[in-house]
């Protein structure tokens, strides 16, 4: 069983940065992938990253490609996105996940809460 734990969200100006962490219970979290996904008011969820148990691997969903970093510290049991040149079009409740490798919401066992993001023009 893994509980997570969402922060970091909040109010930013376009062009802005915001950190997202995910703390996990559990000493299983180094064995899962981790995710994050990400919905707007009216929208289907979306993928916006994952990362392999070991954080060998990562997968960016293109929207968010080049602007976006996933990244994770296992003797933290926590997973991180580092959000920059933020869009109005990024708003959103973000929320991360462990399961498997995957940008398919249906992979992954265990959903945090998730925390709000917002970003004004």
């Known amino acids: 069983q893994v509980q997570l734990v969402e922060s970091g969200g909040g109010l930013v100006q376009a062009g802005g940065s915001l950190r997202l962490s995910c703390a996990a219970s559990?000493?299983?979290?180094?064995?899962?992938?981790m995710g994050w996904f990400r919905q707007a008011p009216g929208k289907e969820r979306e993928f916006v990253a994952t990362?392999?148990?070991?954080?060998?691997?990562?997968y960016h969903a293109d929207s968010v490609k080049g602007r976006f970093t996933i990244s994770r510290d296992n003797a933290k049991n926590t997973v991180y996105l580092q959000m920059n040149s933020l869009k109005p079009e990024d708003t959103a409740v973000y929320y991360c996940?462990?399961?498997?490798?995957?940008?398919?919401?249906?992979?992954?066992?265990?959903w945090g809460q998730g925390t709000q993001v917002t970003v004004s023009s």
């Open positions: 559990g000493r299983t979290f180094s064995s899962y992938a």
């Open positions: 990362i392999s148990w070991s954080g060998g691997s990562t």
């Open positions: 996940a462990a399961g498997v490798y995957s940008d398919v919401a249906g992979s992954y066992d265990y």
